[in-house]
Protein backbone atom coordinates (compact mmCIF):
# COMPACT_ATOMS: atom_id res chain seq x y z
CA UNK A 1 0.00 0.00 0.00
CA UNK A 2 1.43 3.38 -0.69
CA UNK A 3 2.10 5.33 1.86
CA UNK A 4 2.63 8.96 1.96
CA UNK A 5 3.97 11.05 4.86
CA UNK A 6 4.31 14.39 6.53
CA UNK A 7 6.47 15.33 8.73
CA UNK A 8 4.24 17.20 10.91
CA UNK A 9 0.09 16.73 11.37
CA UNK A 10 0.21 20.93 12.95
CA UNK A 11 2.65 23.61 13.00
CA UNK A 12 2.61 26.94 14.93
CA UNK A 13 5.16 29.65 13.24
CA UNK A 14 5.78 33.51 13.65
CA UNK A 15 5.17 36.05 11.07
CA UNK A 16 8.87 35.83 9.07
CA UNK A 17 9.96 32.27 9.82
CA UNK A 18 11.47 30.37 7.46
CA UNK A 19 9.13 27.02 7.63
CA UNK A 20 9.96 23.45 5.83
CA UNK A 21 6.93 20.89 5.22
CA UNK A 22 8.71 17.58 4.02
CA UNK A 23 7.11 15.03 2.13
CA UNK A 24 8.23 11.74 1.92
CA UNK A 25 6.41 8.44 -0.36
CA UNK A 26 7.21 5.05 -0.58
CA UNK A 27 6.26 3.59 -4.03
CA UNK A 28 8.74 5.31 -6.14
CA UNK A 29 6.22 8.02 -7.96
CA UNK A 30 7.64 9.95 -10.60
CA UNK A 31 4.89 12.57 -9.64
CA UNK A 32 5.16 14.43 -6.38
CA UNK A 33 2.59 17.78 -5.76
CA UNK A 34 2.00 20.53 -3.26
CA UNK A 35 -1.29 21.57 -2.70
CA UNK A 36 -2.66 23.77 -0.05
CA UNK A 37 -6.82 23.17 1.07
CA UNK A 38 -8.38 26.18 2.07
CA UNK A 39 -12.64 25.78 3.08
CA UNK A 40 -14.49 27.18 0.23
CA UNK A 41 -11.27 27.04 -2.24
CA UNK A 42 -10.76 23.41 -2.87
CA UNK A 43 -7.18 22.29 -3.53
CA UNK A 44 -4.73 24.82 -5.49
CA UNK A 45 -1.91 23.84 -6.29
CA UNK A 46 1.77 25.28 -5.57
CA UNK A 47 4.23 23.32 -7.18
CA UNK A 48 4.33 19.93 -8.89
CA UNK A 49 7.43 17.68 -9.63
CA UNK A 50 7.82 15.35 -12.41
CA UNK A 51 11.65 14.19 -11.19
CA UNK A 52 14.30 14.68 -9.29
CA UNK A 53 15.54 18.67 -9.01
CA UNK A 54 12.50 19.40 -11.56
CA UNK A 55 9.86 21.62 -10.96
CA UNK A 56 7.41 23.54 -12.00
CA UNK A 57 4.99 26.23 -10.61
CA UNK A 58 1.22 25.83 -10.33
CA UNK A 59 -1.38 28.59 -9.36
CA UNK A 60 -0.28 29.86 -6.54
CA UNK A 61 4.07 29.45 -6.34
CA UNK A 62 4.38 33.36 -5.10
CA UNK A 63 5.70 32.93 -1.09
CA UNK A 64 7.15 29.18 -1.84
CA UNK A 65 9.86 27.43 -3.08
CA UNK A 66 10.56 23.44 -3.26
CA UNK A 67 13.32 20.68 -2.89
CA UNK A 68 13.48 17.77 -4.55
CA UNK A 69 17.10 16.19 -4.02
CA UNK A 70 15.99 12.73 -3.66
CA UNK A 71 13.03 10.80 -5.87
CA UNK A 72 10.89 9.79 -2.54
CA UNK A 73 11.58 13.20 -1.03
CA UNK A 74 9.55 17.03 -1.92
CA UNK A 75 9.91 19.46 0.38
CA UNK A 76 7.66 22.89 0.38
CA UNK A 77 9.54 26.07 2.02
CA UNK A 78 8.30 29.03 2.96
CA UNK A 79 10.63 31.36 2.85
CA UNK A 80 9.30 34.22 5.35
CA UNK A 81 5.97 33.07 6.73
CA UNK A 82 3.08 35.67 6.38
CA UNK A 83 -0.87 34.92 8.24
CA UNK A 84 -2.54 34.58 4.90
CA UNK A 85 -0.26 31.44 4.22
CA UNK A 86 -2.02 29.81 7.38
CA UNK A 87 -3.80 26.63 5.75
CA UNK A 88 -3.93 23.03 5.48
CA UNK A 89 -1.03 21.58 3.36
CA UNK A 90 -1.45 18.91 1.57
CA UNK A 91 1.43 16.62 0.21
CA UNK A 92 0.35 13.70 -2.51
CA UNK A 93 2.47 11.68 -5.18
CA UNK A 94 1.15 9.55 -8.19
CA UNK A 95 2.41 7.61 -11.46
CA UNK A 96 2.02 9.81 -14.56
CA UNK A 97 -1.56 10.55 -15.03
CA UNK A 98 -2.76 8.11 -12.34
CA UNK A 99 -4.33 8.44 -9.16
CA UNK A 100 -2.86 11.01 -6.43
CA UNK A 101 -1.63 9.60 -2.76
CA UNK A 102 -2.27 12.12 -0.52
CA UNK A 103 -0.89 12.47 2.69
CA UNK A 104 -2.29 13.21 6.18
CA UNK A 105 -1.91 16.76 5.37
CA UNK A 106 -0.20 19.36 7.85
CA UNK A 107 -2.08 22.35 9.48
CA UNK A 108 -0.20 25.36 9.62
CA UNK A 109 -0.68 28.36 11.58
CA UNK A 110 1.13 31.14 11.22
CA UNK A 111 0.81 34.05 14.13
CA UNK B 1 -5.73 25.85 -19.31
CA UNK B 2 -8.67 23.08 -17.64
CA UNK B 3 -10.72 23.98 -15.32
CA UNK B 4 -13.03 22.47 -13.39
CA UNK B 5 -17.22 23.56 -11.54
CA UNK B 6 -18.40 21.87 -9.07
CA UNK B 7 -22.15 23.47 -8.52
CA UNK B 8 -23.07 22.14 -5.42
CA UNK B 9 -20.96 23.58 -2.71
CA UNK B 10 -22.69 22.10 0.23
CA UNK B 11 -25.35 19.36 0.70
CA UNK B 12 -27.51 18.17 3.36
CA UNK B 13 -29.29 14.86 3.25
CA UNK B 14 -31.30 12.57 4.64
CA UNK B 15 -30.19 8.76 5.06
CA UNK B 16 -31.67 6.81 2.42
CA UNK B 17 -31.61 10.05 -0.01
CA UNK B 18 -30.32 9.53 -3.37
CA UNK B 19 -27.04 12.06 -4.01
CA UNK B 20 -26.10 13.48 -7.31
CA UNK B 21 -22.69 15.80 -7.12
CA UNK B 22 -22.57 17.75 -10.58
CA UNK B 23 -19.01 18.10 -12.34
CA UNK B 24 -18.12 19.82 -15.30
CA UNK B 25 -14.78 20.49 -16.97
CA UNK B 26 -13.56 22.86 -19.59
CA UNK B 27 -11.20 21.30 -21.52
CA UNK B 28 -11.19 20.07 -25.36
CA UNK B 29 -8.74 16.86 -25.42
CA UNK B 30 -8.77 13.68 -23.94
CA UNK B 31 -9.20 13.71 -20.21
CA UNK B 32 -8.53 11.67 -16.88
CA UNK B 33 -11.20 11.97 -14.35
CA UNK B 34 -11.72 11.41 -10.71
CA UNK B 35 -13.61 11.70 -7.69
CA UNK B 36 -12.09 11.97 -4.59
CA UNK B 37 -13.27 11.97 -1.31
CA UNK B 38 -12.45 13.13 2.21
CA UNK B 39 -13.68 11.68 5.74
CA UNK B 40 -13.43 13.87 8.63
CA UNK B 41 -10.00 13.84 10.01
CA UNK B 42 -8.72 11.25 7.29
CA UNK B 43 -6.83 11.74 4.09
CA UNK B 44 -8.17 12.32 0.67
CA UNK B 45 -8.68 8.74 -1.16
CA UNK B 46 -9.43 8.06 -4.43
CA UNK B 47 -13.58 7.16 -4.88
CA UNK B 48 -13.41 6.23 -8.62
CA UNK B 49 -11.63 7.30 -11.98
CA UNK B 50 -12.36 7.09 -15.54
CA UNK B 51 -9.72 7.07 -18.25
CA UNK B 52 -11.24 5.34 -21.13
CA UNK B 53 -13.91 2.63 -21.65
CA UNK B 54 -17.27 2.17 -20.36
CA UNK B 55 -18.83 5.88 -19.16
CA UNK B 56 -20.15 4.23 -16.33
CA UNK B 57 -17.65 3.73 -13.65
CA UNK B 58 -18.12 2.47 -10.56
CA UNK B 59 -16.44 2.84 -7.12
CA UNK B 60 -15.76 2.28 -4.04
CA UNK B 61 -18.99 2.26 -1.03
CA UNK B 62 -21.46 1.85 -3.77
CA UNK B 63 -20.80 5.18 -5.90
CA UNK B 64 -20.75 5.62 -9.58
CA UNK B 65 -19.71 8.28 -11.68
CA UNK B 66 -21.07 8.86 -15.69
CA UNK B 67 -18.91 10.62 -17.97
CA UNK B 68 -20.98 12.65 -20.81
CA UNK B 69 -18.42 13.48 -23.39
CA UNK B 70 -21.02 15.64 -25.42
CA UNK B 71 -21.57 17.88 -22.18
CA UNK B 72 -18.08 17.66 -20.07
CA UNK B 73 -19.80 16.35 -17.21
CA UNK B 74 -18.67 13.66 -14.90
CA UNK B 75 -21.53 13.99 -11.93
CA UNK B 76 -21.19 11.41 -9.07
CA UNK B 77 -24.02 9.70 -8.02
CA UNK B 78 -25.20 7.29 -4.81
CA UNK B 79 -28.68 5.59 -4.85
CA UNK B 80 -29.28 5.42 -1.20
CA UNK B 81 -26.33 7.66 1.21
CA UNK B 82 -25.49 6.29 4.97
CA UNK B 83 -24.19 8.71 7.53
CA UNK B 84 -20.93 7.80 6.97
CA UNK B 85 -21.14 9.30 3.43
CA UNK B 86 -20.88 12.70 5.19
CA UNK B 87 -17.53 14.06 3.83
CA UNK B 88 -16.27 16.31 1.35
CA UNK B 89 -15.99 15.23 -2.64
CA UNK B 90 -13.65 16.95 -4.99
CA UNK B 91 -13.83 16.20 -8.74
CA UNK B 92 -10.47 16.53 -10.50
CA UNK B 93 -9.41 16.21 -14.00
CA UNK B 94 -6.19 15.75 -15.90
CA UNK B 95 -4.95 16.03 -19.33
CA UNK B 96 -4.73 12.37 -21.08
CA UNK B 97 -1.22 12.35 -22.10
CA UNK B 98 -0.08 15.71 -21.53
CA UNK B 99 1.52 16.98 -18.59
CA UNK B 100 -0.98 14.95 -15.74
CA UNK B 101 -1.08 17.89 -13.61
CA UNK B 102 -4.45 17.16 -12.08
CA UNK B 103 -7.46 20.27 -11.87
CA UNK B 104 -9.18 20.00 -8.67
CA UNK B 105 -12.95 21.56 -8.41
CA UNK B 106 -13.66 23.71 -5.03
CA UNK B 107 -15.68 20.32 -3.49
CA UNK B 108 -18.99 19.68 -1.88
CA UNK B 109 -19.15 19.52 1.42
CA UNK B 110 -21.98 16.46 1.92
CA UNK B 111 -23.85 16.07 5.34
CA UNK B 112 -25.77 13.10 6.19
CA UNK B 113 -28.70 13.18 8.68
CA UNK B 114 -29.17 9.87 10.43
Known sequence: DVKVTQSSR???????????????????HENMFWYRQDPGLGLRLIYFSYDVKMKEKGDIPEGYSVSREKKERFSLILESASTNQTSMYLCASSPPGGKQYFGPGTRLTVT | AQSVSQH??????????????????????????????????QHLQLLLKYFSGDPLVKGIKG????????????????????????????????????????????????????
Open chain 2, 63 to 114: FEAEFIKSKFSFNLRKPSVQWSDTAEYFCAVNASGGSYIPTFGRGTSLIVHP
Open chain 2, 8 to 41: NHHVILSEAASLELGCNYSYGGTVNLFWYVQYPG
Open chain 1, 10 to 28: YLVKRTGEKVFLECVQDMD
